[in-house]
């Protein structure tokens, strides 16, 4: 659900940058994992949180200084499913996406390795089928149907877009 950029203060809280939509939709979650690189991944409880905008501050338990703080900076930070607020429509977890097939008029793209944050539209990151990169933003003018029960991402790019991060050859 996002990453934690810093700390605030002595005592030991989090900011997290929320990956998308507004922070004070989590303000509900009582508990997060946060993992670092490829380390398992740490369940605390959350004690108390603050949401300003896409920042979420959080003070979990077991976290009570800014040295323990600072160690947790870049961590992602992740909501069991069974406890993340509802999406709205046309909202999808980042997590589900990625490893979907990507399809534009039904011929196959490639699949979703990552999604880049950005300030207006996320980006979908599709190793494209011959290995290429390519960058699909995630707004519904792009992205006509994401079909989680089938694992696909229907697209209908503008002129030009798959071809933008294409080698030639």
Not at 68 to 84: F, H, K, N, S
Request: proline content about 3%; aromatic content about 4%.
């Amino acid at each position: 659900m996002g990453r934690v950029h810093g700390h605030r203060g002595r005592g030991g809280e989090l900011t997290v940058r929320v990956a998308a939509g507004g922070a004070a939709r989590w303000s509900a979650v009582d508990e997060v994992w946060l993992q670092r690189g490829e380390d398992a991944a740490e369940r605390f409880e959350v004690q108390h949180e603050k949401a300003y905008r896409d920042r979420w501050v959080l003070k979990l338990k077991g976290i009570d200084d800014s040295d323990a703080a600072e160690r947790w900076r870049g961590a992602t930070v992740a909501v069991a499913r069974d406890r993340a607020p509802a999406l709205g429509e046309f909202e999808h977890w980042h997590a589900t996406l990625v490893g979907m097939e990507v399809l534009a008029a039904e011929r196959r793209i490639g699949t979703v390795r990552d999604i880049q944050p950005t300030a207006g539209s996320d980006l979908l990151v599709v190793e494209a089928d011959g290995g290429d990169e390519v960058l699909i933003p995630l707004h519904r003018d792009i992205v006509i149907d994401v079909d989680e029960a089938a694992g696909t991402v229907c697209i209908d790019p503008p002129q030009g877009l798959l071809d933008l991060n294409r080698e030639d050859d």
